[in-house]
């Protein structure tokens, strides 16, 4: 019988504790909802399946956290992705704000382009070949 005891202990410990919680908090979830679909479907009849159910998925969920940690080709997977983030250099917060502001000034000028040649250029083009009707025609 294999013993409860964490693969590689001490190593990846931030990218498999994520790892653990994700599974965990979509177990919880799970859990919450089955519960009520089961106490909306048991309508209190059945007293034990309405938390035998919900205790078994939050069981299994908890199940895979544990195996999806200690497995050894998807520990070492977390353990590696964990060394590769502490080697990329990261952007300082005026960085990042200089750089959403570019972003935010050409989405904006591209924008105003955009609107003016469809404006100007592309609709006076449809309305010149008879595709587009003019906007500016009274009705009859």
Same mark, same amino acid.
């Given at each position: 019988?294999?013993?409860?005891?964490?693969?590689?202990?001490?190593?990846?410990?931030?990218?498999?504790?994520?790892?653990?919680?994700?599974?965990?908090?979509?177990?919880?979830?799970?859990?919450?909802?089955? &519960?009520?679909?089961?106490?909306?479907?048991?309508?209190?009849?059945?007293?034990?399946?309405?938390?035998?159910?919900?205790?078994?998925?939050?069981?299994? &969920?908890?199940?895979?956290?544990?195996? /999806?940690?200690n497995?050894?080709?998807?520990?070492?997977?977390?353990?590696?992705?964990?060394?590769?983030?502490?080697?990329?250099?990261?952007?300082?917060?005026?960085?990042?704000? #200089?750089?959403?502001?570019?972003?935010? /000034?050409? #989405?904006?000028?591209?924008?105003?382009f955009?609107?003016?040649?469809?404006?100007?250029?592309?609709?006076?083009? &449809?309305?010149?070949?008879g595709?587009?009707?003019?906007?500016?025609?009274?009705?009859?």
């Amino acid at each position: 019988m294999m013993a409860l005891s964490l693969y590689k202990r001490g190593q990846g410990v931030w990218s498999r504790g994520i790892a653990a919680a994700g599974f965990a908090a979509l177990g919880i979830w799970a859990t919450l909802q089955t &519960f009520q679909w089961m106490g909306a479907l048991t309508h209190s009849t059945a007293y034990y399946v309405g938390y035998w159910v919900p205790g078994m998925i939050l069981a299994v &969920f908890l199940g895979c956290a544990l195996y /999806v940690t200690n497995r050894a080709s998807l520990a070492d997977f977390l353990i590696e992705t964990e060394l590769e983030m502490k080697k990329v250099t990261w952007p300082t917060s005026r960085e990042v704000l #200089v750089a959403t502001g570019v972003v935010i /000034v050409i #989405v904006l000028l591209l924008g105003a382009f955009l609107w003016c040649a469809d404006r100007w250029v592309i609709q006076p083009f &449809f309305q010149l070949i008879g595709i587009l009707p003019r906007l500016t025609a009274t009705p009859k």
